[in-house]
Nanobody, 121 residues
Framework: VQLQASGGGWVQAGGSLRLSCAAS????????MGWYRQAPGKERELVAA???????NYADSVKGRFTISRDNAKNTVYLQMDWLKPEDTAVYYC????????????????WGPGTLVTVSS
């Protein structure tokens, strides 16, 4: 399984970024997809997840600002991040599992390199 996250960068508070995660080695349409982030000195946390049918779930800290979506034809999941705050600064990762609970728990054995998002005040 390969999950390549991209689209990170530097942005001022209030700005926007769109992350992409291209998946290979899995039957993408059969997998729940999740976006996670890890800030310096903190544990990795779930940011958003999307079911195989396209239903989203968000962490309270990003509700109303982030939007997760998926394109099964492109084997890609996206995270549109608007109204970014300095506390959104982190390395963002994606991961996949057929089980919703597994994605919510985030207990994966392996992770891709992630993409760094830096939000300045």
């Amino acid at each position: 399984v390969q999950l390549q996250a991209s689209g990170g960068g530097w942005v001022q508070a209030g700005g926007s970024l769109r992350l992409s995660c291209a998946a290979s080695g899995i039957i993408f349409r059969n997998n729940v997809m999740g976006w996670y982030r890890q800030a310096p000195g903190k544990e990795r946390e779930l940011v958003a997840a999307i079911t195989t049918g396209g239903s989203p779930n968000y962490a309270d800290s990003v509700k109303g600002r982030f939007t997760i979506s998926r394109d099964n034809a492109k084997n890609t999941v996206y995270l549109q991040m608007d109204w970014l705050k300095p506390e959104d600064t982190a390395v963002y990762y994606c991961n996949a599992d057929r089980r919703w609970r597994a994605v919510l728990a985030g207990a994966f054995d392996s992770w891709g390199p992630g993409t760094l998002v830096t939000v300045s005040s």
